[in-house]
């Protein structure tokens, strides 16, 4: 009787799934996210410069507070002078550079991210079948200046005087093209480009500490180690390299 109250505990505790787990069993620990923001720092006797690279689209848009999209790579900069003279600050003078392909950039400015102007670019139409023929001369005497005899130097006869040009090819065209730039987003908001403005490192003379970001045009996934930044101006001149965040 014993044996068969068992076993018909057994199967309603299996059917109610109530089987006591072994207490021995350990939850499996879940591999903690990989951290996508890497650091680097780099000085000289005049400048040190520290920098944080975000590395994957959701980073940058938490710096940004805005997405930028792909084919981009945002490091905030923090650039502390030393001593007591001022330093003339030029975003140009930052490079970027990857060892993963040979890509490097140069910052964009907040309008080349996501401003809304656009060139246009229109044909002008010419005319075909005119040559030399069909063009005026002038007032010159003989036809050129100078007046030279038979009309060009040499003794060549000008358009017009027996054994000159009578005509042009039928197929020359003169046509040409006018690019012009159209900004379609005239007085439209434009949240993205007002949050690039705003972050962005700004150029001028410091003296004390000054932090911004920099847009630097990256296309495909980079690893920090792969990452140099470099900023040009400093004699001689100051490169960082980033430090991979997941490895200790």
């Not at 109530?18 to 000289?44: F, L, N, Y």
């Not at 950039?105 to 075909?128: D, E, F, W, Y």
Request: aromatic share 6%; charged share 25%; no cysteine.
């Amino acid at each position: 009787m014993r044996r068969i109250a068992m076993a018909g505990l057994v199967v309603v505790l299996a059917l109610a799934g109530g089987m006591p787990a072994r207490a021995d069993k350990k939850e499996k620990a879940q591999a903690p996210e990989p951290k996508t923001v890497a650091t680097g720092m780099a000085s000289d006797d005049k400048i040190e410069i520290t920098a944080r690279a975000f590395l994957d689209r959701e980073s940058r848009k938490e710096a940004l507070g805005g997405d930028i999209g792909t084919g981009y790579l945002i490091v905030e900069v923090t650039l502390t002078p030393k001593g007591d003279e001022k330093l003339n600050l030029d975003v140009d003078d930052f490079l970027l550079r990857s060892d993963k392909d040979g890509q490097h950039s140069r910052p964009l400015t907040a309008s080349q991210v996501a401003g809304s102007a656009v060139m246009v670019v229109k044909s002008v139409g010419g005319q075909q079948g005119r040559g030399m023929a069909g063009q005026s001369p002038g007032n010159y005497p003989g036809g050129y200046p100078g007046g030279y005899p038979g009309g060009y130097p040499g003794g060549y006869p000008y358009p017009g005087q027996a054994g000159g040009p009578t005509g042009g090819s039928a197929t020359a065209d003169t046509s040409g093209a006018s690019a012009t730039i159209e900004d379609k987003g005239a007085g439209k908001p434009n949240p993205l480009l007002d949050a690039l403005k705003a972050k962005e490192l700004k150029d001028g003379q410091i003296d004390k500490p000054v932090t911004g970001l920099l847009y630097f045009q990256i296309d495909g996934k980079v690893k920090p180690k792969q990452l140099e930044l470099v900023y040009r101006r400093a004699p001689p001149r100051v490169s960082l390299r980033f430090k991979d965040p997941n490895k200790k």
